[in-house]
């Protein structure tokens, strides 16, 4: 993004390269919201300690009741999950 950025400067002026580099910027963070690594989490045999599943083969993948534990890692939904459950607890 950098390369990119100073390109824009030297070939179209400050401004414009200016704005591409805010262009960019927004489009990564939308790209990156947009499809966050998520991992379904399944614990460590006689432990209580929880991995992604496609890491470790010998996890127990289900739990008591058919439940999946997914966890989601981006900042951004991090941030909204967290503003939902204050609202949930609110209301």
Do not use: C, N, W
């Amino acid at each position: 993004m950098a390369l990119i950025t100073i390109a824009g400067v030297l070939g179209l002026g400050m401004l414009v390269g200016i704005l591409i580099a805010i262009g960019l910027s927004l489009l990564l963070v939308v790209l990156k919201a947009a499809s966050p690594h998520t991992a379904v989490l399944g614990r460590l045999p006689d432990t209580d300690t929880y991995r992604d599943q496609l890491d470790i083969a010998e996890i127990e993948s289900r739990f008591g009741g058919g439940t999946v534990y997914l966890q989601v890692d981006d900042a951004v939904t991090a941030a909204l999950s967290r503003a939902d459950e204050q609202q949930t607890e609110s209301e």
